[in-house]
C-alpha cells in the first residue's frame, strides 16, 4: 500500500460581498445580531454568469500551481459539490474541459459540507491501492442561488467559495501523508437541513419553481446540537485511531459553519481557540468548500507549516460527517 500526501492547496472567493450590512436592508435582522451568534461578517457572493466550474477553475490552477504540476499530470478530478452548474453532466466534466485534461475520470460526489473530507478519502483510497499518482479534489460551491433572502435563519450563513488540493502518491519514507479518516452519515436526521425541490421527489414544475421548495431549510437548533456531537465524535475517532494525543495536533480545521460550534468542538478537546482555524467571519459557510479554502488560507499566510499535525473535523446535511488526520 502507497501513501498519499497534500502537494498543493489553492482557493478562490468571488469579489462580490454580501455583508450583514447589506442584509440588513433584505430581512429583520442586524450585524450584531449575525455577529453574536454565527460569527459571520460578510459572505462571497458569485457575480451573474460565475458557475460553480468557474470558482472551482481558479481554485484548481492555482493547487496545481502550488503543486508544482500541470493539469497534463492529474489522473482524476473529484468534484465535491451540491450546486452544480447543472444536474447534467457532473460539474468536474466541465471542470476537465477547461482545465484542458484529456480522458482522466471526473465525477461529482454530493456530501453537502462533508463533501471535500468524502472526496479526500475517496482520493486516498485509489492513491494507496496504486491505482493513480495524482488527483484533483475540489469543494465548490454557488449557494447563494439557493437561498431565500427572507428567511433569517439561513440566508445570514452562506455563501460561494471553492478550494482544491492536488493530492499525490508520497515518495517511500515520508511522514508527512494522510494518516487515517473516518467517514459516517445519519439518513435519520436528513430532514433538519434540505432543499426539498427540484428532485424525482418532487421534480421542476411551475408549482415548485421559486416556491419554498427551491431554498434551503434548516432546523438551526438541531443543527446545532447535532453538529458538535458529530464533530467531536469523528474528531475523537481520528485520534484514537492513530494513538495520537490532541496536544500533538498542531491545528484543528473544522466546517467553517458558524464560531460557536468550532468553538464548542474545541472546548470539547480543551482544545486552544488561537489553535482553531477560523475564517467564518470572511466566508460565512460555503458548505464542501469550507475546509479547502480554510486550509489553504492558513497555508498561504504561513499558520499551517509541513510538518505539522492537522485534524479536519466536518458535518452536513445527510447528517454526513467526518474526518481526518494527517501530517501536512
Known amino acids: 500500500m502507497f501513501s498519499t500526501r497534500i502537494a ?8 462580490r460581498i454580501l455583508s450583514n450590512f447589506d442584509l440588513e436592508k433584505l430581512v429583520d435582522t442586524n450585524d450584531q445580531w449575525i455577529r453574536e451568534r454565527t460569527g459571520i461578517e460578510r459572505r462571497h457572493i458569485a457575480a451573474p454568469g460565475e458557475a460553480t466550474s468557474d470558482l472551482a477553475l481558479k481554485a484548481s490552477q492555482r493547487a496545481l500551481e502550488a503543486a508544482g504540476l500541470k493539469a497534463a499530470d492529474l489522473d482524476m478530478i473529484i468534484f465535491a459539490t451540491i450546486t452544480g452548474d447543472q444536474l447534467m453532466p457532473a460539474t468536474a466534466c466541465f471542470l476537465q474541459e ?34 493513480h499518482k495524482n488527483i484533483l479534489v475540489v469543494g465548490a460551491e454557488v449557494l447563494h442561488n439557493f437561498i431565500n433572502y427572507k428567511d433569517r435563519e439561513t440566508c445570514i450563513l452562506f455563501g460561494d467559495a471553492s478550494g482544491a488540493f492536488v493530492v499525490s502518491r508520497a515518495e517511500a519514507g515520508d511522514k508527512n501523508v494522510i494518516m487515517s479518516s473516518h467517514l459516517h452519515a445519519e439518513g435519520s436526521l436528513a430532514e433538519l437541513l434540505v432543499v426539498n425541490g427540484v428532485g424525482s421527489k418532487k421534480p421542476l ?7 419554498e421548495d427551491s431554498y434551503v431549510k434548516m432546523k438551526g437548533r438541531e443543527i446545532y446540537k447535532n453538529a458538535v456531537r458529530v464533530m467531536s465524535q469523528c474528531a475523537q475517532q481520528a485520534l484514537e485511531h492513530n494513538k495520537v494525543k490532541i496536544d500533538e495536533v498542531s491545528w484543528l480545521v473544522p466546517h467553517q459553519a458558524n464560531t460557536r460550534i468550532m468553538e464548542a468542538v474545541a472546548n470539547h478537546f480543551n482544545f486552544p481557540q488561537e489553535r482553531v482555524i477560523n475564517i467564518v467571519s470572511e466566508m460565512g459557510n460555503t458548505s464542501s468548500a469550507t475546509v479547502p479554502v480554510a486550509f489553504d488560507t492558513a497555508v498561504r499566510d504561513g499558520r499551517i507549516q509541513r510538518g505539522q499535525i492537522i485534524l479536519f473535523t466536518v458535518f452536513g446535511a ?3 460527517s467526518g474526518s481526518m488526520l494527517l501530517r501536512y
Open 318 to 320: 445527510g447528517l454526513t
Open 205 to 211: 414544475s411551475p408549482e415548485t419553481f421559486g416556491s
Open 98 to 131: 477547461k482545465l484542458g485534461c484529456k480522458s482522466i475520470p471526473a465525477f461529482d460526489l454530493a456530501a453537502a459540507c462533508s463533501g471535500f473530507i468524502y472526496g479526500l478519502t475517496v482520493a486516498d483510497q485509489f492513491i494507496r491501492t496504486g491505482m
Open 8 to 15: 498543493g492547496t489553492g482557493s478562490y472567493l468571488p469579489e
